[in-house]
């Protein structure tokens, strides 16, 4: 079983800035996928930027060159750092990890972008 545990999100106006965090309670040096998804309410969860298990970066088309992930294999942590924010961007951010075929979710960070 792995704990994984987000932080960082908060309000913040338009075209601000967030790094959000992600710490397992596992090593993250291999995995199947891991990564960020986000859910607004009314909506479903969708995947806005994911490592695949090659270690290679995904970001969804509405978050390219805004949003950026990383890793730190020593710490067990994953990082999303956001700029440029709209109101769109407005959401839960679950931390997601597929590990040994078992799926992970974290409690979730709230982003809250607005003037």
């Known amino acids: 079983q792995v704990q994984l545990a987000e932080s960082g999100g908060g309000l913040v106006q338009p075209g601000g800035s967030l790094k959000l965090s992600c710490a397992a309670s596992a090593s993250i040096f291999s995995f199947d996928a891991m990564g960020w998804y986000r859910q607004a309410p009314g909506n479903e969860r969708r995947a806005v930027a994911i490592?695949?298990?090659?270690?290679?970066?995904v970001y969804a088309d509405s978050v390219k060159g805004r949003f950026t992930i990383s890793r730190d294999n020593t710490e067990n942590k994953i990082y999303l750092q956001v700029n440029s924010l709209k109101p769109e961007d407005t959401a839960v951010y679950y931390c997601?990890?597929?590990?040994?075929?078992?799926?992970?979710w974290g409690q979730g960070t709230q982003v809250t972008v607005s003037s």
């Open positions: 490592f695949t298990g090659l270690g290679v970066p």
């Open positions: 997601y990890l597929k590990k040994e075929r078992r799926d992970y």
